[in-house]
T-cell receptor
Framework: RKEVEQDPGPFNVPEGATVAFNCTYSNSASQSFFWYRQDCRKEPKLLMSVYSSGNEDGRFTAQLNRASQYISLLIRDSKLSDSATYLCVVNAFNAGNMLTFGGGTRLMVKP | ETGVTQTPRHLVMGMTNKKSLKCEQHLGHNAMYWYKQSAKKPLELMFVYNFKEQTENNSVPSRFSPECPNSSHLFLHLHTLQPEDSALYLC?????????????FGPGTRLTVL
């Protein structure tokens, strides 16, 4: 079983749509959770951290379910510029800052 | 953005060549990382350095040899590589090695081994 599992997509959605991505992780000792964004042929960049209580940043909402070992990202009112690959990332307890990346979910927002 | 720079951006090498990848971070960070990103695979952590000391070698073959002369610079020395080593090699840094720190990535070196 992969440590961090994501649906690779692609998710093709029209502008203005709401889209949700899910991610599951296998290590119950995982302590920190993130969503990174990677544009085509570019480096990954932090989109947002994911907190136990859930958190929102503008059009983006992240949720964590520790019991189910599940993380989600919701994007509302999709923009063309949201087209990218979204990487689910976890960090295990006592693993320093060593991150485990999922394979990414590709989003394509169409006009 | 020039927080983390990498050179060269593209590299083509034969299996018998020796080359080095360079990473420099201008963020005053203490931890630096090398990752490999192959097509259709997740980013794989290769090496971790904290205050110039290597803290992690993630079962990487010895044909990859890292070097960290100071907290701002990180090298990856390559020799006798295989075609399956062709990938995007990404350098990253974070303020500390403690959990939960944001990692800042360089633009990567796209390596092709012939």
């Amino acid at each position: 079983r992969k440590e961090v599992e994501q649906d690779p997509g692609p998710f093709n959605v029209p502008e203005g749509a709401t889209v949700a991505f899910n991610c599951t992780y296998s290590n119950s000792a995982s302590q920190s959770f993130f969503w990174y964004r990677q544009d085509c042929r570019k480096e990954p960049k932090l989109l947002m951290s994911v907190y136990s209580s859930g958190n929102e940043d503008g059009r983006f909402t992240a949720q964590l379910n520790r019991a189910s070992q599940y993380i989600s990202l919701l994007i509302r009112d999709s923009k063309l510029s949201d087209s990218a690959t979204y990487l689910c990332v976890v960090n295990a307890f006592n693993a320093g800052n060593m991150l485990t990346f999922g394979g990414g979910t590709r989003l394509m927002v169409k006009p | 953005e020039t927080g983390v720079t990498q050179t060269p951006r593209h590299l083509v090498m034969g299996m018998t060549n020796k080359k080095s990848l360079k990473c420099e971070q201008h963020l005053g960070h203490n931890a630096m990382y090398w990752y490999k990103q192959s097509a259709k695979k997740p980013l794989e952590l290769m090496f971790v350095y904290n205050f110039k000391e290597q803290t992690e070698n993630n079962s990487v073959p010895s044909r990859f040899s890292p070097e960290c002369p100071n907290s701002s610079h990180l090298f990856l020395h390559l020799h006798t590589l295989q075609p399956e080593d062709s990938a995007l090699y990404l350098c990253a840094s974070s303020q500390e090695l403690t959990s939960g720190q944001e990692q800042f990535f360089g633009p990567g070196t796209r390596l092709t081994v012939l």
